[in-house]
Nanobody, 124 residues
Framework: HVQLVESGGGSVQAGGPLRLSCAAS????????MAWFRQSPGKEREEIAR???????TYADSVKGRFTIARDNAQNTLYLQVDSLRPEDTAMYYC???????????????????WGQGTQVTVS
């Protein structure tokens, strides 16, 4: 089976940094496009960052310049470095995987094959 497990969430003061991790097991991590999503109460799940199998990154405008997505294929781990956090960044953060090709941008959850259970980030 395929498993994605997020970690690193917690409470942080506005302006502070945080690093989220997504540990992958049960599949060939390097063959998957990976992404981070977040969801706040009453809102749809939002894609905030993605990284392709070739290392190409894409960010949502809301986090551009503040968040950095990276992958370590040797460790089967996806990272999200978050800086200059704002209260509106408060959300449950999820990692997702799509086989080979990244799904169409701005297509919501469609096209992503696997999901983690999420890690909560609270900014105050």
């Amino acid at each position: 089976h395929v498993q994605l497990v997020e970690s690193g969430g917690g409470s942080v003061q506005a302006g502070g940094p945080l690093r989220l991790s997504c540990a992958a097991s049960g599949y060939a991590f390097s063959r998957y496009c990976m992404a981070w999503f977040r969801q706040s109460p009453g809102k749809e799940r939002e894609e905030i960052a993605r990284i392709s199998t070739s290392g190409t990154t894409t960010y949502a405008d809301s986090v551009k310049g503040r968040f950095t997505i990276a992958r370590d294929n040797a460790q089967n781990t996806l990272y999200l470095q978050v800086d200059s956090l704002r209260p509106e960044d408060t959300a449950m953060y999820y990692c997702a995987a799509g086989l080979y090709r990244c799904p169409v941008i701005d297509n919501g959850d469609n096209g992503w094959d696997y999901w983690g259970q999420g890690t909560q980030v609270t900014v105050s």
